[in-house]
C-alpha cells in the first residue's frame, strides 16, 4: 500500500488507514498512551473527526527463584531432593518461562525423580514439561505465566561415591523468560562429611534379660589420615 503524504481524495466509498506507531525506549511501563487521529475535510473545516486508541506498555515480567535442599550434610552414596520454586509477581505481565538447573560433578540425577507441582514427569523428551539433557541438565517448561503465580519442581540426586569428605556442593537454578529476562536463584548447598558412622542392632525386640549386639560401622569419606574417636552412651 501506499504511503500517505498528502490529503486523501475521497473517491470511492471507504478508506482503510494503517498507523505505525513506535514506542520510545524511555516509555514508562504499566501505563496506557492516547494514540488520537484526526479527520478533516479539505474543502470544509466544519467537517472533522477524531479516533482515538490506547496503546498499553505492559510491566515488564518479574519473578522470583528460590532453591532449596533437605539436607545440609550429607556422605557419600546419600541422596539429596531439591526443591525449585518459580513466582511470577507482576500483576498484568506475563511470560512463557523455561526453568534449568545443571547437577553438579559431585551428584548423579535420580532417574525418574522429576516434579513439577506434585506430579510425575519423565525424564525423556516426549511431550511432557520435563527433560533431563545429557543426564545433567535437569530443564521444565513452566508455561505461560500470568499475572502472580507459583510453581514448584522438585528432584532427586545422589552424591557419588568417590566424593572426598569436606567436599562443598553447590548449585543454582535459572529461569529464561521469552521476554529476555533471566532470574538466577541463590546456591543450594550441602557440605559432604568427612565421616558416617551407621549403627544396626542384632535384634528388633528383646526381653527382660536379653543381650542385644550392637554394630558400629565408621566410613571415612576424606582423603587424608583421620583420628575418629567414637562414643556411644
Known sequence: DPLVTGPIPLDCADVHLVVVVNVPDDADSGEDYPIVIHGQSGTDPDEEADVEDIVEIPEPFGAELEKTVD???????????????????????????????????ELEYVAGSLTLDGLPLTDEEDGDAGLIAD???????????????????????????DVPGGTRIENVAVAEADDGTTTVSEP??????????DKQVDRSRAGV?????????????????????????
Do not use: C, K, W
Open 71 to 105: 539436607r545440609a550434610r550429607v556422605s557419600a552414596g546419600e541422596v539429596l531432593t531439591y526443591t525449585v520454586q518459580l513466582r511470577s509477581v507482576v500483576e498484568g505481565a506475563e511470560a512463557r518461562v523455561i526453568l534449568s538447573d545443571t547437577i553438579p560433578s
Open 135 to 161: 543426564g545433567r541438565v535437569v530443564r521444565v517448561d513452566a508455561g505461560l505465566l500470568q499475572g502472580v503465580r507459583t510453581h514448584m519442581v522438585t528432584f532427586q540426586a545422589m552424591v557419588g561415591l
Open 188 to 197: 543450594a548447598v550441602s557440605g559432604v562429611d568427612q565421616i558416617s558412622i
Open 209 to 233: 534379660g536379653d543381650e542385644l549386639t550392637y554394630q558400629l560401622l565408621v566410613r571415612g569419606h576424606s582423603l587424608n589420615a583421620l583420628r575418629v574417636l567414637v562414643n556411644d552412651t
